[in-house]
């Protein structure tokens, strides 16, 4: 049911480590960075063994209860292990038996992912080549990413695979829209939003990842996510980070993809939203991915979850077929997320984990699909 427009500010879903609560605002150290935001931020905890973490420049991150360094990635012995360095710290690569998919494609350039968020470092040497159009609707005079927010969320789609540096893509040969709709702060409102979502789908985006968050509904920003799913689009929105099962929109409409956070032992992440309105839980806590200026850092929550499934989405699209007849790929792409998911260990009533084989076992035969060589 609609309701009355809500002008809303609001704060990107971020993990982060040093939080100093107040009373009217919280203030987000990544880094030897401060930001000032409003009281609505979702955080993140920081590692259980440390209270000094820093995931803004950390390139070697440390165990997290020994664990991430320790992590073994299950690789199909069809495919060779990419050459990137750090490709053995993305442990959810792992998790959700991405190279099973990869086998198949590893995405084309036809494949268009925005990202609507803080914005992208196009400079980043994982990024090259990946970004194809840009657009600024916040008043930052700068269309990068002077929050590393989007940087992050990028990495984790479309970071550049098989180069000999940093990290591996979901999808290495998917596309990117850098879609500017949260300032250097990381607010927002629905509006904006809205017509950010409505920009990406008229400029050729086949996935809109949105890792924001919004507690207030808004008629404008469901109307942009109808929209967009008429248009053949999937929509893919973190569940955000209250750890309850309030809903958050856009993640709560009916045409979005609503994305929890898992931990490694496929546990609900600290701070992860759940219930039966949360479609799918992806990898989320302790997300090695890239950040502005050439680094890379940990990142957790809801937010780092939302791009894995995003990925998968891209990925889908070249092994999918319309098989209802309607014209579009976009209900099939998200039935095959939603059927391949696995069971997981966490009190929510919504869906199970994504797990990229259990997708493609439930599209069926992909005989007629090429073979992926990028890898």
């Given at each position: 049911?609609?309701?009355?427009?809500?002008?809303?500010?609001?704060?990107?879903?971020?993990?982060?480590l040093t939080v100093s609560l107040h009373a009217a605002e919280r203030e987000l150290t990544v880094g030897?960075?401060?930001?000032?935001?409003?009281?609505?931020?979702?955080?993140?905890?920081?590692?259980?063994?440390?209270?000094?973490?820093?995931?803004?420049?950390?390139?070697?991150?440390?165990?997290?209860?020994?664990?991430?360094?320790?992590?073994?990635?299950?690789?199909?012995?069809?495919?060779?292990?990419?050459?990137?360095?750090?490709?053995?710290?993305?442990?959810?690569?792992?998790?959700?038996?991405?190279?099973?998919?990869?086998?198949?494609?590893?995405?084309?350039?036809?494949?268009?992912?925005?990202?609507?968020?803080?914005?992208?470092?196009?400079?980043?040497?994982?990024?090259?080549?990946?970004?194809?159009?840009?657009?600024?609707?916040?008043?930052?005079?700068?269309?990068?990413?002077?929050?590393?927010?989007?940087?992050?969320?990028?990495?984790?789609?479309?970071?550049?695979?098989?180069?000999?540096?940093?990290?591996?893509?979901?999808?290495?040969?998917?596309?990117?829209?850098?879609?500017?709709?949260?300032?250097?702060?990381?607010?927002?409102?629905?509006?904006?939003?809205?017509?950010?979502?409505?920009?990406?789908?008229?400029?050729?985006?086949?996935?809109?990842?949105?890792?924001?968050?919004?507690?207030?509904?808004?008629?404008?920003?469901?109307?942009?996510?109808?929209?967009?799913?008429?248009?053949?689009?999937?929509?893919?929105?973190?569940?955000?980070?209250?750890?309850?099962?309030?809903?958050?929109?856009?993640?709560?409409?009916?045409?979005?993809?609503?994305?929890?956070?898992?931990?490694?032992?496929?546990?609900?992440?600290?701070?992860?939203?759940?219930?039966?309105?949360?479609?799918?839980?992806?990898?989320?806590?302790?997300?090695?991915?890239?950040?502005?200026?050439?680094?890379?850092?940990?990142?957790?929550?809801?937010?780092?979850?939302?791009?894995?499934?995003?990925?998968?989405?891209?990925?889908?699209?070249?092994?999918?077929?319309?098989?209802?007849?309607?014209?579009?790929?976009?209900?099939?792409?998200?039935?095959?997320?939603?059927?391949?998911?696995?069971?997981?260990?966490?009190?929510?009533?919504?869906?199970?984990?994504?797990?990229?084989?259990?997708?493609?076992?439930?599209?069926?035969?992909?005989?007629?699909?090429?073979?992926?060589?990028?890898?």
């Amino acid at each position: 049911m609609k309701v009355p427009q809500l002008t809303v500010l609001v704060i990107i879903a971020v993990g982060v480590l040093t939080v100093s609560l107040h009373a009217a605002e919280r203030e987000l150290t990544v880094g030897s960075r401060s930001h000032m935001v409003v009281s609505s931020v979702s955080t993140e905890t920081a590692p259980p063994t440390s209270t000094a973490y820093n995931m803004q420049l950390e390139e070697e991150p440390p165990a997290v209860d020994g664990t991430l360094r320790s992590s073994i990635l299950h690789i199909p012995s069809q495919l060779a292990v990419p050459n990137d360095p750090y490709f053995g710290k993305q442990w959810a690569l792992s998790k959700i038996h991405i190279m099973d998919l990869w086998r198949i494609t590893t995405g084309n350039a036809e494949t268009i992912v925005a990202v609507l968020d803080t914005g992208i470092d196009q400079n980043h040497n994982e990024l090259d080549g990946r970004i194809v159009a840009r657009v600024n609707f916040t008043d930052s005079p700068s269309l990068s990413d002077l929050h590393g927010h989007g940087t992050h969320i990028t990495g984790i789609i479309a970071a550049n695979s098989n180069n000999d540096r940093g990290i591996a893509g979901v999808a290495p040969r998917s596309k990117v829209v850098n879609v500017k709709v949260a300032d250097d702060k990381g607010r927002c409102q629905p509006l904006v939003v809205a017509k950010g979502i409505i920009w990406a789908v008229n400029n050729g985006a086949r996935v809109i990842n949105i890792s924001i968050e919004f507690r207030e509904p808004s008629p404008e920003l469901e109307e942009a996510v109808d929209y967009a799913w008429n248009h053949g689009v999937v929509i893919v929105a973190a569940a955000g980070n209250e750890g309850s099962q309030s809903p958050i929109y856009p993640a709560y409409y009916e045409n979005c993809i609503a994305v929890g956070a898992t931990k490694q032992d496929d546990t609900l992440a600290p701070l992860s939203n759940y219930g039966d309105w949360v479609d799918v839980f992806a990898p989320g806590l302790y997300i090695y991915s890239t950040l502005p200026d050439d680094c890379y850092g940990l990142r957790s929550g809801t937010s780092f979850a939302t791009p894995f499934v995003s990925g998968l989405a891209a990925l889908l699209f070249d092994v999918v077929s319309d098989t209802n007849g309607d014209g579009r790929l976009n209900d099939e792409v998200r039935a095959a997320i939603e059927a391949g998911c696995q069971e997981v260990g966490h009190k929510s009533e919504g869906g199970g984990r994504i797990d990229a084989a259990g997708s493609l076992a439930a599209i069926g035969d992909t005989s007629g699909h090429s073979s992926g060589d990028l890898l």
